[in-house]
Nanobody, 113 residues
Framework: VQLQASGGGLVQAGGSLRLSCAPS????????MGWYRQAPGNQREPVVE??????DYADSVQGRFFFSTDAAKNTVYLKMNRLRPEDTAVYYC?????????WGQGTLVTVSS
């Protein structure tokens, strides 16, 4: 499975960005879809996991970030609102298929104060 992520960039605190991820297989193939992030010097952490039709958000992004899908475009999104400097990280799209994890190449989000 190939994952093409895009949408990162530089934004001021309080701003918004939308990340996109287009998998090479139908989004309906995956048991789990989600977004993770890794800040410099930190481990990769989950931002949101979508399973059984329901997203599970990290506490730090609850109410600010929103996961969605577009079946017609076979794309998953992460809309990020009210961004904070601590949201600065490389964001990775993730899917799980038949017990295996697949990762996109990562897209950098930088939030300036």
């Amino acid at each position: 499975v190939q994952l093409q992520a895009s949408g990162g960039g530089l934004v001021q605190a309080g701003g918004s960005l939308r990340l996109s991820c287009a998998p090479s297989e139908s989004i309906y193939s995956f048991g789990v879809m989600g977004w993770y992030r890794q800040a410099p010097g930190n481990q990769r952490e989950p931002v949101v996991e979508f399973r059984s039709g329901s997203p599970d958000y990290a506490d730090s992004v609850q109410g600010r970030f929103f996961f969605s899908t577009d079946a017609a475009k076979n794309t998953v999104y992460l809309k990020m609102n009210r961004l904070r400097p601590e949201d600065t990280a490389v964001y990775y799209c993730n899917v799980q298929l038949e017990g295996r994890n697949y990762w996109g190449q990562g897209t950098l989000v930088t939030v300036s104060s």
